[in-house]
């Protein structure tokens, strides 16, 4: 019910009722979505960079040619920004985000309908 959701603070504490007005209150439209951006969030958190380093690798992601002209794939930029920036800092290379990405991949098509998705779920993993 709008209104009726609680907000959470990273705490975890409850800070109350989301405004009437906001009906949805996601601006996600997928999970990976969510974890994408709650990851920036985290290197951020943790002094790996800064908000302006961030707000340059977004920008060059956004300003890209064949980016969507309505947003659509603007989680898309987020991303390939958050791997750009992890490459550049040197806290992943590109080779370590493709083989833990397929990794992902297939643990998410070993996982059954419904149950969450692990990581030990990939039939390679050992």
Known sequence: ??????????????????????????????PWQAEAFAMVVGLHQRGLF??????????????????AADGSDYYDCWLRALEALMG??????????????AAWSRAAHATPHGKPILLTNDPLAS
């Not at 800064?50 to 980016?67: F, I, M, N």
């Not at 550049?88 to 990405?101: C, M, S, T, Y």
């Open 88 to 101: 550049e800092k040197q806290i992943a290379g590109r080779e370590e985000i493709d083989v833990l990405a």
């Open 1 to 30: 019910m709008p209104g009726r959701v609680i907000l959470n603070a990273p705490d975890g504490r409850a800070t109350g009722p989301l405004p009437p007005e906001i009906s949805d209150p996601s601006p996600f439209a997928e």
């Open 50 to 67: 800064d908000w302006s380093e961030w707000a340059q690798a977004l920008s060059a992601e956004l300003k890209r040619p064949g980016v």
